[in-house]
Nanobody, 124 residues
């Protein structure tokens, strides 16, 4: 298992930017595919972006494609989510998650280690 701690959430105006970080502890961070999810009140948790172990492959949901960028620094055991052009509908709790399943980035169920979440609120 890997322990995950998110940071970087907060309140931002529409059109603004935030960068979320997720620090991992435990062995072999580079063996995990990583993902960012969000859950708004009354809605299901949504997979937003994912990145492969090496960082060479990424996936984005249509809702964030072109606005959000996922990246990782394996030397720092950290994955990032750069969020630009934020909209009020991006308001949610954002979670990072880890998966050991090789070759699968687009299926939520393969992610089995979770952080505690960080709140992002976008005002109009």
């Amino acid at each position: 298992q890997v322990q995950l701690v998110e940071s970087g959430g907060g309140l931002v105006q529409a059109g603004g930017s935030l960068r979320l970080s997720c620090a991992a502890s435990g062995p072999t961070f580079s063996m995990f595919n990583m993902g960012w999810f969000r859950q708004a009140p009354g809605k299901e948790r949504e997979l937003l972006a994912a990145i492969s172990r090496s960082g060479g492959t990424t996936y984005y949901a249509d809702s964030v494609k072109g606005r959000f960028t996922i990246s990782r620094d394996n030397a720092k055991n950290t994955v990032y989510l750069q969020m630009n052009s934020l909209k009020p509908e991006d308001t949610a709790v954002y979670y990072c998650a880890a998966s050991r399943t090789i070759g699968v980035l687009t299926t939520s169920s393969v992610f089995d280690s979770w952080g505690q979440g960080t709140q992002v609120t976008v005002s109009s």
